[in-house]
């Protein structure tokens, strides 16, 4: 059940129109008619190779060069291996922590910053594994899951979680398998751009124009993956994860996302208790994320009235 029978009409800014499709490289044609032919020959092995490019969050080379954010310092990321640390905004409120997505870095979500911090909130991100200054070229859903688990654990006052793309995922999975009390101190939840799960950005993304995968192999990736992960794919499930949570959780999605679409936020509207929809026009899947009316939009959400002082502090390294 949802608390709204409808979304509100969308936050427009200048319009967009869908782009074309672009023309397969040469690398991609190659690709695909590769994949096409170990789907005759070989499923298991082509299988492999396609669920490690799809792990892969980095097209090319290793971590970035750290540059510690304007007015942050670091704190500790206890007890995993692959984020030892993030970045901390104090202040005197609880915190808001910021989930960036798949193939992004905590540097997305700094438009947040300043409005947060303005509301009294102290504000805490991470580069996820393999991500950022994280080291590695690929990771899994479960390493990230596990990584926002560690943070919210580390900082022990995270009320407020705003998740990104698939960072909403794992905002959700980490929530669901914290435990009790990290889990109940969470008041506001905003999911941006969020898939419904990650086997729907699985076959998205196995059966768009530059895979066309056949179905041998991606029966093969679901395999090599539920092994990487521990887990089968369908077990990263917003509906699912998120379904017996009371926390309000405020759905932000863009009518035109070239990535995920808007059948997504509908599909998330039918299945989570306490959720609102609210619609943009013309910011796509990533300019979302730097609109105005967005960050004001989630500021009025997350407004302190409804949230808890503390004065728990995390760790500092």
Do not use: C
Request: aromatic fraction near 4%; charged fraction near 15%.
């Amino acid at each position: 059940m949802t608390d709204i029978t409808s979304p509100s009409p969308p936050l427009s800014q200048q319009p967009q129109q869908p782009a074309a499709a672009p023309a397969l490289g040469i690398g991609a044609s190659l690709a695909k008619a590769g994949y096409q032919l170990g789907g005759m020959l070989a499923p298991a092995l082509a299988g492999r190779i396609a669920a490690d490019a799809f792990g892969r969050s980095r097209s090319k080379g290793g971590r970035t060069l750290f540059r510690m954010p304007l007015g942050a310092q670091t704190f500790e990321i206890a007890g995993n291996d692959d984020v030892r640390h993030g970045y901390l905004w104090k202040n005197h409120g609880p915190t808001v922590l910021l989930v960036h997505g798949w193939g992004s870095d905590s540097s997305s979500m700094i438009g947040f910053v300043k409005p947060l911090l303005a509301l009294g909130f102290q504000v805490a991100s991470f580069d996820a594994p393999a991500h950022g200054e994280s080291a590695g070229n690929k990771t899994t859903m479960t390493r990230f899951v596990k990584a926002v688990g560690a943070a919210i654990k580390s900082l022990d006052n995270v009320q407020v979680i705003v998740g990104h793309s698939l960072g909403s995922i794992a905002s959700v999975a980490a929530i669901a398998h914290a435990d009790a009390r990290h889990a109940e101190a969470v008041k506001r939840l905003v999911l941006i751009a969020a898939p419904v799960s990650l086997s729907t950005v699985l076959e998205r993304w196995s059966t768009n124009q530059h895979q066309q995968l056949p179905p041998a192999v991606i029966g093969k990736i679901y395999e090599r993956l539920q092994v990487q992960n521990g887990v089968p794919v369908s077990h990263w499930d917003i509906s699912v994860l998120g379904a017996a949570m009371e926390v309000p959780v405020l759905v932000v999605h863009d009518e035109h996302d070239p990535v995920v679409p808007l059948s997504e936020a509908q599909r998330l509207m039918r299945s989570l208790k306490n959720v609102r929809l609210e619609q943009t026009s013309g910011l796509g899947h990533s300019r979302i994320l730097s609109a105005t009316p967005v960050k004001e939009l989630i500021t009025r959400f997350i407004g302190p009235s409804h949230l808890t002082p503390t004065s728990l502090e995390p760790s500092n390294d």
